[in-house]
């Protein structure tokens, strides 16, 4: 064990530091290109089996405590990440190869969504109480109903490379899970061990100030899938938090449904995220709409969900003057350093595919970067060309997008239609593209989470009504949200009880007996 701020390479098991038996593992540090210490080791299946059933047993004793005590236990966990101080930004950056800037910022959003669940269940609504009275007179008597949501139970949490706080150890998915009474079994990104580490202990630490179960919380380290499919098969987990590839998120849905008792995933995974260039905004604002997408796509080096990654826009000469003007100030863009070397050598390949498609042109000269630097870049394509190839619209993660030259906007309509489940779709519109947007708004709603008029979709603000969330395979299940109040009902099942004398009814139910 090291010192306080140190890092160990302990996995987390029960409120107990403890060490993994298998394979070693480093972090890396992208932009030094180098293994940065101390080693962390791969857990073994019955340290796994050991943090499922200490969460397990830690779930009833849990999920019983006050929504007041639940409050304050997300508000403590968001004030021990601010109290590891700079050492858990150096990490991070170290390990990520994001600025500090961002960084502290996404440790602001993580506290931020911390309290926003705090608030939550301060209010107390989460719980979607329904009373239907006895109706003893009507025939056949309806009995007394009484609603409430409980928590479905432990929670494997698969942490994201691209937000090693936010949607990580202590992000969206572990603050939803705690506030809605469910134990979380964290597995950290083998990207970022020793900032998952840190807040760990954050955690830890406020599991026992606030004299919960230490079953309420583990996080499991190490490498290879073998963890996370022993972890997703357990018979503890009751439901699984995931951001990361397709082919992952894939793989987990597959392992959740062949269990003996199958349980929900939900898996965060692809998104293009289309914008719509309709025709009077790219006439009068070309060249702002490509600065701002242009910004936008290189944000951090484009390792965003929400990246836009396909952009529509009616032939003419508006659309050349805007092509040129956006791979101009991505032409001007410096390259960025990428988070781990698989996903910089996934970038490369992307866009080498990309650059090898029949009627698919370069706009800017792909340059090929052996270390985990990656240079925008930005490809055109036609309508036709884009129908007739579905590789056209995989997700490439980093800063590349494709634009596509329409005939008109029943052509933008029949790509909306064609296109998979997405995050996100935006409209850059002026007052004359009503119409336009009008008839493309059904294909949208039915395609995405959240449908944007005149912004950028990178910047997913945490707040009550936000969507984060999509039609597969942006998600594994569209029904939900992964960032905003909403994403509570990913872990909640509802109970009803039917003719409860009150003292064997839950606190919550009595308090809303009807006057
Ligand atoms: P990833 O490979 O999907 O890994 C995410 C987490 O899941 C890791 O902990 C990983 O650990 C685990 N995992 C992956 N496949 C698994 C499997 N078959 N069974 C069990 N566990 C599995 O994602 P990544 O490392 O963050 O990035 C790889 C690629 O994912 C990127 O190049 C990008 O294309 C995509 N990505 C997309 C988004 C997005 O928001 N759209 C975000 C991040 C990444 P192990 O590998 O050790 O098992």
Redesign the pocket.
Known sequence: MSSILGISGDAYIDGKAVRGTQASFQAFDPAQGVEIGPDFYTVDSSQIDQACRAAQAAFDPYRATSNAQRADFLEAIGAQILALGDALIVRAMAESGLPRARLEGERGRTVAQLKLFADLLREGKWQDIRVDQALPERTPPRPELRLRMIGLGPVAV?????FPLAFSVAGGDTAAALAAGCPVVA?A???HPGTSELVARAIVQAVADCGLPAGVFSLLT????A???ELVRHPAIQAVG????R???V??MAIAAARPQPIPVYA????INPVFLLPQALAARGESIAAGLAASLTMGVGQF?TNPGLVLGLAGSHFEHFSFSLAKALGAAPPGVML?P??AA?YQRGVAHLASQDDVRAMLEPVASDTCKAFPAVFRTTSAAFLASAALAD?V?GPVTLLVECADVDEMLTIAEQLEGQLTATLQMDGGDLEAARRLLPALERKVGRILANGYPTGVEVASAMVHGGPYPATSDGRSTSVGTAAIYRFLRPVCYQNFDLALLPEALRDNVPG
Do not use: D, R, Y
């Open positions: 698969f942490g994201a490379s691209n597995k990104h083998p990207a190490g490498v290879g899938n963890l996370g499919g995931f951001t990361g590839s082919q992952g998120g793989a987990l965060e995974m692809s998104s969900c781990t698989g996903i996934n997700e993660f």
